[in-house]
């Protein structure tokens, strides 16, 4: 044998054997080979994988046409593009919609190649290879879900790299902070959110997020405009495979509208409570006049004493005078007391929670009564425990609390002589870890049964001259301060109101309960 033909028969027993290898890796191949006529596009030819990825068999699908199984809104599209395949470069991939024998639609990837005969390069058939491609279509479909719900969402959305950079704000962000972002104008952190709040994610959020994968606050955006936003922001930590965070998502909730109705709220609490204090003065107005009469009567007695004296003995000397000059001066100085009691209790004021010891503030409270519990003939027992643990609260509104209460139970247990007179008893305890619980209890004629839950309405009165909002509003006060009030009738006759205070805490130093 000479050398070409030697040569000549080494290529063919070479592509022999590379042909046999194909087939076979054609016959094992996951992925679906396929050889169709190139006019109609008719299978004449289909690996094993058929069945897997379309549900044929092999012997079904031989003989049957592509275009009669693609997705009807793929065929033009199809047919736009196989000229590319036949009379072009001969290879070229795309991503349609199959119809299995089942009848559903299956998402296929396929790259075409034309096979042409090397004498007169006529087309003689296509090779095709095709794999599932609907995990990725699908994952991409919501992935572009997920894009149309961020860019829509009203909460304002950024993503920031690690060295804090952003690289997306969707449209709610973009509108309330008025910015543009692109290559030409970036924007840092800084430029969106305050200088405390920036310092505040830097040193807590971002750290946090790292090590927790989220963290959440309240803190302030500001807009071009120099608005400021104040917003409820998550940090969200994306982890790549190494665990290191790749990525931040920062999701901010505008609470401007909710911040604005709760300071309106909270205006209109303070209203109320200043209108209820002046009705509740207004209605002590008689018992405080008579309590003032008291030391002035006794100023204008000392005053006319030393008037006396000094007539009778004009060498009278300035030390023999200083008593009742002392006395003069003490007396002044419990009248302006009470005055200053009634200035305070009437001043319209923010709330603000503080350390308040409850023996000290019921001791004074049954003091600024004394004219009331007079007049109505009750005799009032302060048992608070000397060392009752403080709670944390606004004083002002406790003794508003406290004196609605009280005033009520007064009026309650009054009795008219010669019955003896009815006592009422103030006492407090220890709730649990956190709470403490304060009770009056008086021997009046209790609750009636339909009455449980009415008494706590606003205008509900059984009395002639009543509001009927002393209750609601002390409810009302309670519940700001995170407690509870309860009325119930003792087992010995009376009633007894109950209010929970949290304990002050040190750590809770701000203005809330
Ligand atoms: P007002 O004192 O103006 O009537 P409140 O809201 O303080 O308004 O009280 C509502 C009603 O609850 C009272 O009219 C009374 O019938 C009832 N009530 C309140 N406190 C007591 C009490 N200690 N004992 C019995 N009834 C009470």
């Known amino acids: 044998m000479n050398n070409a033909t030697q040569q000549g028969v080494s290529a063919l027993t070479d592509d022999a054997e590379r042909n046999r290898l194909l087939a076979e890796m054609a016959e094992q191949s996951t992925d679906m080979i396929s050889r169709h006529t190139p006019d109609n596009w008719c299978f004449i030819y289909a690996s094993p994988a058929v069945t897997h990825l379309l549900g044929y068999s092999v012997e079904e699908i031989v003989g049957l046409s592509a275009y009669d199984l693609y997705h009807p809104d793929d065929v033009e599209d199809f047919k736009r593009r196989s000229p590319n395949v036949s009379y072009n470069r001969g290879l070229y991939t795309h991503t349609y919609r199959f119809r299995c024998k089942d009848g559903h639609y299956t998402w296929l990837e396929s790259t075409s190649r034309s096979i042409r005969d090397p004498k007169d390069g006529s087309l003689k058939e296509i090779l095709v290879v095709s794999r599932d491609a609907s995990r990725r279509i699908n994952a991409e479909r919501a992935n572009q879900r997920l894009a149309q719900v961020l860019e829509t969402s009203s909460d304002l959305v950024a993503f920031v790299t690690p060295c804090h950079k952003i690289t997306l704000l969707n449209e709610a962000a973009r509108n309330s902070l008025n910015v543009v972002l692109s290559d030409q104008s970036p924007?840092?952190?800084e430029d969106i959110f305050t200088l405390t709040?920036?310092?505040?994610?830097?040193?807590h959020g971002f750290p946090a997020a790292t090590t927790n994968g989220h963290w959440r606050g309240e803190v302030e955006m500001i807009s071009s405009h120099m608005q400021r936003i104040p917003v409820l922001l998550e940090i969200l930590a994306h982890r790549d495979l190494n665990t290191e965070t790749e990525y931040f998502s920062?999701?901010?909730?505008?609470?401007?509208?909710?911040?604005?109705?709760?300071?309106?709220?909270?205006?209109?609490?303070?209203?109320?409570?200043?209108?209820?204090?002046?009705i509740t003065i207004g209605e002590m107005a008689s018992g405080l006049a008579h309590e003032l009469n008291q030391p002035l009567t006794a100023i204008v007695n000392y005053v006319q004493g030393i008037h006396r004296r000094v007539e009778r003995d004009q060498s009278l000397l300035a030390a023999e005078l200083a008593s009742p000059l002392d006395r003069i001066g003490a007396t002044a100085l419990r009248a302006a007391q009470i005055i200053r009691r009634m200035m305070d209790f009437t001043r319209k004021n923010e709330p603000r929670y503080q350390h308040v010891q409850l023996p000290e503030l019921v001791n004074d409270l049954i003091g600024f009564c004394s004219s009331s519990i007079e007049n109505h003939r009750v005799i009032v027992e302060d048992k608070i425990p000397a060392d009752l643990p403080g709670v944390h609260a606004d004083p002002i509104q406790v003794e508003q609390i406290l004196l609605n209460l009280l005033l009520n139970a007064i009026e309650a247990s009054h009795r008219e002589e010669p019955a003896p007179p009815a006592t009422i008893q103030i006492s407090a305890s220890e709730l649990g870890q956190d709470q403490v619980i304060i009770q009056i209890l008086d021997q009046g004629p209790g609750i009636g049964a339909e009455e449980t839950e009415r008494i706590f309405e606003q205008f509900y009165t059984t009395k002639k001259a009543g509001l009927g909002m002393g209750l609601s509003i002390t409810r009302s006060l309670v519940e700001a301060h995170g407690g509870e009030l309860q009325a119930e009738n003792r087992s010995e006759g009376g009633a007894v109101f109950s209010f929970s205070l949290n304990k002050f805490n040190a750590r809770a130093v701000d203005n809330n309960p």
Request: aromatic residues 2%; charged residues 25%.
């Open 187 to 189: 924007l840092a952190l």
């Open 197 to 203: 709040s920036h310092e505040q994610i830097k040193h």
């Open 250 to 278: 920062l999701v901010a909730r505008d609470m401007s509208t909710i911040k604005a109705a709760e300071k309106q709220m909270q205006q209109y609490r303070t209203e109320v409570n200043h209108a209820s204090r002046l």
